[in-house]
Every structure is written in C-alpha cells, then in structure tokens.
Nanobody
C-alpha cells in the first residue's frame, strides 16, 4: 500500500507564505509525477502545480510567479512553496502522485487526505 501524508497547512495573512510538504511511503518502485491540487468551498478540485520525475513543472495561471513546486526524489517528497498568498488561495490542498508499485505495474494515482490553507485578508 502507498500512503501520501501532507503537512504544512495553516492560517496566514494575505501576503504571507506557507510551505506544504507531502511524503509518499509504502510499496514504491517509482514515482512518475507528483502534484498539488486544491479545492475551495463550493468549487471543484483544481490542479495547482505538477512536477515530473525529471523536474519539469507546470502551474495553473493563478499561481504562476507566486508558488513553486519542487521534489526530493530520494525522500519521495514533494513541496509547494506558496508566497504572496491571497484570500482566494484559501482551500484544502491535496497531494497527488502517480506511482508504480512494482516494475510490472503501470502508474496509479494516489491521494493524500488534504491540508487546509486559510488566507485572511
């Protein structure tokens, strides 16, 4: 079994910063990509940022220039550095990883339980 455990959420004032972490553990042969999604109250879950095993990244337009995704392959961990936070960034942030459990497996998506980020104005 694979588990993703997020940490680093909390309450911050507008303009502040937070750093989210997500560690993958369990039966892992390789991690193809890791990503952060978020879901605000009453809205659909949306992709915030994604990073491949090779380090290629992609961001939602709303966070470009403010958020930075990175990963430590040795630790199976992905980070999301969030700067210049805005009240509209308030959401539950979910970690996602596409993981091959064994050499014979195709990649499968796994999700963390989410961490709440609240940005006050």
């Amino acid at each position: 079994q694979v588990q993703l455990v997020e940490s680093g959420g909390g309450l911050v004032q507008a303009g502040g910063s937070l750093r989210l972490s997500c560690a993958a553990s369990g039966s892992i042969f390789s991690i193809i990509a890791m990503a952060w999604y978020r879901q605000a109250p009453g809205k659909q879950r949306e992709l915030v940022a994604i990073i491949t095993s090779g380090g290629n990244t992609k961001y939602d337009d709303s966070v470009k220039g403010r958020f930075t995704i990175s990963r430590d392959n040795a630790k199976n961990t992905v980070y999301l550095q969030m700067d210049s936070l805005k009240p509209e960034d308030t959401a539950v942030y979910y970690c996602n990883a596409n993981i091959r459990a064994t050499m014979l497996d195709y990649g499968r998506d796994y999700w963390g339980k989410g961490t709440l980020v609240t940005v006050s104005s």
